[in-house]
Nanobody, 117 residues
Framework: QVQLVESGGGLVQTGGSLRLSCAAS??????MGWYRQAPGKQRELVAT???????NYAESGKDRFTISRDNAKNTVYLQMNSLKPEDTAVYYC?????????????WGQGTQVTVSS
C-alpha cells in the first residue's frame, strides 16, 4: 500500500513562490523527486534526491528550485522560487523503491501549479 500524497500546489503570480510537499507511506524510498507535465507535453524531470541527499535538477529549474527531504518524516519537498508561466503544469511526486533486482517506481496523483502573468 505505497502511497505518495502531494500538497502545496496552487495559483501564484509570476515571480512568486510555492513549496510542494510529498508525504510517502508504505515504504522508505532511496530516490524521491518531482516530475511535471503540461498539457500536450511529455512528463519531464524537475528534480530528484537520494536518501543521502544527492540532488539532480533539470536545467529549467536548476537556479530557481530546491529539492529537499526529511527522512524522519518520509517526505520530500520542492521549493520553487521566481516562478514563470512556463512552470505551469501538474507536478507529480516520484519515488523509487529498490527491492533486490526488481525495482519499483511509484507516482503521486499530482498537484496543479499555475503561474499567472
Amino acid at each position: 500500500q505505497v502511497q505518495l500524497v502531494e500538497s502545496g500546489g496552487g495559483l501564484v503570480q509570476t515571480g512568486g513562490s510555492l513549496r510542494l510537499s510529498c508525504a510517502a507511506s508504505g515504504s522508505f524510498f532511496s530516490i524521491m523527486g518531482w516530475y511535471r507535465q503540461a498539457p500536450g507535453k511529455q512528463r519531464e524531470l524537475v528534480a530528484t534526491i537520494t536518501s543521502g541527499g544527492t540532488t539532480n535538477y533539470a536545467e529549467s529549474g536548476k537556479d530557481r528550485f530546491t529539492i529537499s527531504r526529511d527522512n524522519a518524516k518520509n517526505t520530500v519537498y520542492l521549493q520553487m522560487n521566481s516562478l514563470k508561466p512556463e512552470d505551469t503544469a501538474v507536478y507529480y511526486c516520484y519515488a523509487r523503491l529498490y527491492i533486490l533486482l526488481a525495482n519499483r517506481d511509484y507516482w503521486g496523483q499530482g498537484t496543479q501549479v499555475t503561474v499567472s502573468s
